[in-house]
C-alpha cells in the first residue's frame, strides 16, 4: 500500500492499528491509530476534525522506551493493539493536550503517551491519510474474504438463504375460521 499524503498512516502499510478509544471527559469517541510521522513511530488520535499526535522523533521515541521499559517499535504495537481490543486504553482530551493511558490505572507497565494537537494543514494530511489508509485495509480484507470464500462454501451465505426462507410466510391450511365463525380461504401467516 502506498501513501499519498506523507509520513501518515498508510507507510505503516500491514502494521497500521485503528482502534476507537472514549475520552473520559466528556464520554466522546475518538479513532486512534499508528502513524509514522516524521520517520518514526507515532501514536495519533482524532475526532475527524481535529488530530493529536505523540510527534514522537527518534530521540524522543527512544527516551519514551527507557523510562517505560519498552524494548521495541513491537512492543508498542503490541501494547496498543491489546489495549484496543481489551478496551484498557483511556483518554482525556483537555484542549490541545491529550493524555492516552494503555493498561489499567493501577498496573505499573502502563503506558502513557502525551499527544500534542497538530495545526490545521498537518491535520489534514493527516485525516486524509488515516481515511485512505482505512480504506485500503477494507479493500485488502474484502479481497481476502473473496479469495478464503472462493475456496470454500461462504456458511454467512448459507446461514443467510436459510434464515430467509425461515420469514417467508407459509399457508396453515385452504380454510382459516373469521370472528364469526365462519371459514374463508384467506392464507394465515403463523409461520406454520
Same mark, same amino acid.
Not at 16 to 22: D, H, N, S, T, W
Not at 61 to 71: A, K, P
Not at 112 to 116: M, Y
Given at each position: &500500500?502506498?501513501?499519498?499524503?506523507g509520513d @501518515?498512516c498508510?507507510?505503516l502499510?500491514?502494521n ?7 475520552n473520559?471527559? #466528556?464520554?466522546d469517541?475518538y479513532l ?8 518514526a /513511530?507515532n501514536?495519533?488520535i482524532t475526532? $475527524?476534525? #481535529?488530530v493529536w %499526535?505523540?510527534e514522537f522523533? %527518534?530521540?524522543k521515541? %527512544? ?9 521495541s +517499535?513491537?512492543e508498542? =504495537?503490541? =501494547?496498543?493493539? =491489546? $489495549? ?9 482530551v483537555e484542549?490541545?493536550?491529550?493524555t492516552?493511558?494503555?493498561g489499567r490505572d493501577v498496573?505499573p507497565?502502563?503506558l502513557? /503517551?502525551?499527544?500534542?494537537k497538530l495545526p490545521d $494543514?498537518? +491535520? ?5 491519510a488515516v481515511? /485512505?489508509?482505512m480504506?485500503?485495509?477494507v479493500?485488502?480484507?474484502?479481497q481476502?474474504l ?5 475456496a470454500? @462454501?461462504?456458511p454467512?451465505?448459507s446461514?443467510?438463504r436459510s434464515? $430467509?426462507a #425461515? /420469514?417467508?410466510p407459509r &399457508? ?17 401467516l403463523?409461520?406454520?
Open positions: &500500500m502506498e501513501s499519498g499524503a @501518515a498508510t507507510s502499510s500491514r497500521e492499528i485503528y482502534g476507537i478509544v472514549v473520559s471527559g #466528556d464520554r469517541q486512534c491509530c499508528t502513524s509514522g510521522r516524521g520517520g /513511530f501514536i495519533c475526532n $475527524a476534525s #481535529d %499526535s505523540t522523533t %527518534s530521540e521515541l %527512544s527516551e519514551h522506551r527507557r523510562q517505560h521499559g519498552v524494548t +517499535t513491537e508498542y =504495537k503490541t =501494547k496498543l493493539r =491489546k $489495549a484496543l481490543q481489551g478496551v484498557s486504553a483511556s483518554l482525556l484542549g490541545s493536550i491529550a492516552l493511558r494503555l498496573d507497565r502502563g502513557t /503517551f502525551h499527544l500534542i $494543514a498537518e +491535520t489534514r494530511l493527516e485525516l486524509q481515511l /485512505f489508509g480504506a485500503g485495509r479493500g485488502v480484507l474484502e481476502r473473496e479469495r478464503e470464500g472462493a470454500t @462454501a461462504s454467512v451465505k446461514q443467510q434464515t $430467509a #425461515d /420469514f417467508e &399457508m396453515q391450511g385452504p380454510l382459516s375460521r373469521t370472528p364469526g365463525g365462519g371459514r374463508t380461504s384467506t392464507p394465515s403463523t409461520g406454520e
